[in-house]
């Protein structure tokens, strides 16, 4: 495995493990975080995607996101092995997710709700509504990887815009669908609680499974051909 592969990975496993760790610190029952709420979850996503990001960026360039590596490959601002990252993604993702499941386990055996334990894992809609679901994945994925094109251009390279470009995207577009805006963010966790001896779980509601995947690639793609045409 080359480094560049190697770090997507490790990045990825660490914006799952804090990610989905504050969505279990403030969903499930008994945690010191229980209902702490939405702005909490937000700013959990930034400083996870912070995290994550400083940890690859030196050696891979810390996409840790399929779409944004697609979005990067259709501008010409990435010309590596996209298939090896983005696999690096999703197998990074369920090892964070796996690693959250350990380390909240107690507190997913006390939580009576299957639809708050899939829910730290994967994302589902608040109003269940296909068009406006996919529109609200798309949207919010084509502000992140335009926006992230953006940064590079301006020479704001880093994660910290990145970190505030999350929170923002969640405080303002994410509260319709819990803005997954990333395939690997949702793919990997959701095989993951598929796949767990979690008590009193529920289907990992794989009707639902395809948007957070196909919507934010569509909407990196979007973005890159936007850029394109502007720059």
Request: proline letters at 5%; one cysteine or more.
């Amino acid at each position: 495995m080359s480094h560049d592969i190697l770090f997507e990975f490790i990045g990825t496993a660490f914006l799952i493990l804090l990610g989905g760790g504050v969505c279990a610190n403030v969903s499930l029952k008994k945690t010191f975080g229980n209902r702490s709420g939405w702005i909490v979850i937000t700013f959990g996503w930034g400083f996870a995607v912070f995290v994550g990001a400083f940890i690859a960026a030196p050696y891979s360039g810390a996409h840790l996101n399929p779409a944004l590596t697609l979005g990067l490959a259709i501008t010409g601002s990435f010309s590596g092995n996209i298939a090896g990252y983005i696999i690096a993604q999703i197998l990074g993702a369920m090892t964070g997710a796996c690693l959250v499941y350990l380390m909240y386990k107690p507190h997913f055996d006390a939580e009576e709700s299957a639809d708050t334990k899939l829910g730290v894992f994967a994302t589902s809609p608040a109003i269940p509504h296909l068009f406006s679901n996919f529109l609200s994945e798309f949207i919010g994925t084509f502000v992140l990887v335009f926006a992230i094109l953006m940064v590079g251009g301006a020479k704001m390279d880093g994660p910290y815009p990145v970190a505030i470009l999350i929170v923002a995207i969640g405080m303002a577009l994410g509260g319709t669908t819990g803005y997954a805006i990333n395939p690997a963010r949702d793919l990997g966790p959701r095989i993951v609680h598929a796949l767990l001896p979690i008590k009193g779980k529920r289907d990992s509601n794989w009707r639902y499974a395809w948007l957070p995947v196909v919507a934010p690639i569509c909407g990196a793609v979007a973005a890159g051909l936007l850029y394109l045409a502007v720059l």
